[in-house]
C-alpha cells in the first residue's frame, strides 16, 4: 500500500533561493491539495487541484508561489525567491472524495 | 476560519477513554463532522466522519449531539501511541460542487496527551 509521498522531506535553502517540492498522491486519488503548516498552528489549505486543473488558489498563496500537476498525476510546488517567512511545513493530501490522505510534509527552512 | 471549538489540550490515562469534546454551534444542515489527528512530526490521519447519526470505526466512535452544534470523539482505549493533536473540521458534503467545498479548514486543535 502506497501512501501519498512527499519529495524531499526536508530543504535547508537560503532566503532568495527558488524551492520546489513534489508530491506523489495515491494512484487514481484525482483530488490533490496543498496546505502549509506553521509551529503551532493547524495546517492552512493553500491550493487544490481536481486532475490537472487547478480549482482554488487561497489568497495565501503569493504571486511567488505556482503549483501544477501535469497530466494529474504528481504535483509540484515552487516558491521564488524564498522569504524567512516561508519557512514552514508543507503538506500534500489526496482524495477520492470525503477523507484526504496526507503525506509526511517537507519542512522547508529559510535562514 | 475554523468554524470548531476545542479545548487546547487534554490528559488520558493509558487505557482508559479519551473523550474530545467539539464545538460546532453554526454547523449548517449539509456540512459533516471530520476528525483527524496529527502525530507529532507527521502529516495529519483521517479519524472519522458523520453527519446527524453516531459514527463508530476500528480507530473511535463518534457522537453528535441532536442539535448537531457539538460532537465528542471517543477513544475508547487510549494507548501511549494516540499522544496527538486532534483536529475537529467541519466542511459540506461532495455533492457540493466548487473548489471551496473540499478544503479542510483546520483550527489549532486539542493535544491529546496519554499518561503511562
Known amino acids: 500500500d502506497t501512501g501519498v509521498s512527499q519529495d524531499p522531506r526536508h530543504k535547508i535553502t537560503k532566503r532568495g533561493q527558488n524551492v520546489t517540492f513534489r508530491c506523489d498522491p495515491i494512484s487514481e486519488h484525482n483530488r490533490l491539495y496543498w496546505y502549509r503548516q506553521t509551529l503551532g498552528q493547524g495546517p492552512e489549505f493553500l491550493t487544490y487541484?481536481?486532475?490537472?486543473?487547478?480549482?482554488?488558489k487561497s489568497r495565501l498563496l503569493s504571486d511567488r508561489f505556482s503549483a501544477e500537476r501535469p497530466k494529474g498525476s504528481f504535483s509540484t510546488l515552487e516558491i521564488q525567491r524564498t522569504e524567512q517567512g516561508d519557512s514552514a511545513m508543507y503538506l500534500c493530501a489526496s482524495s477520492l472524495g470525503g477523507e484526504q490522505f496526507f503525506g509526511p510534509g517537507t519542512r522547508l527552512t529559510v535562514l | 476560519d475554523a468554524k470548531t471549538t476545542q479545548p487546547t489540550s487534554m490528559d488520558c490515562a493509558e487505557g482508559r477513554a479519551a473523550n474530545l469534546p467539539c464545538n460546532h454551534s453554526?454547523?449548517?444542515?449539509?456540512?459533516?463532522v471530520y476528525w483527524y489527528r496529527q502525530i507529532h512530526s507527521q502529516g495529519p490521519q483521517y479519524i472519522i466522519h458523520?453527519?446527524?447519526n453516531n459514527e463508530t470505526n476500528e480507530m473511535a466512535s463518534l457522537i453528535i449531539t441532536e442539535d448537531r452544534k457539538s460532537s465528542t470523539l471517543i477513544l475508547p482505549h487510549a494507548t501511549l501511541r494516540d499522544t496527538a493533536v486532534y483536529y475537529c473540521i467541519v466542511r459540506p458534503g461532495d455533492h457540493n460542487r466548487g473548489g471551496s467545498n473540499y478544503k479542510l479548514t483546520f483550527g489549532k486543535g486539542t493535544l491529546l496527551t496519554v499518561n503511562p
Open positions: 453554526t454547523i449548517s444542515g449539509n456540512e459533516y
Open positions: 487541484f481536481q486532475n490537472e486543473a487547478q480549482l482554488e
Open positions: 458523520g453527519l446527524k
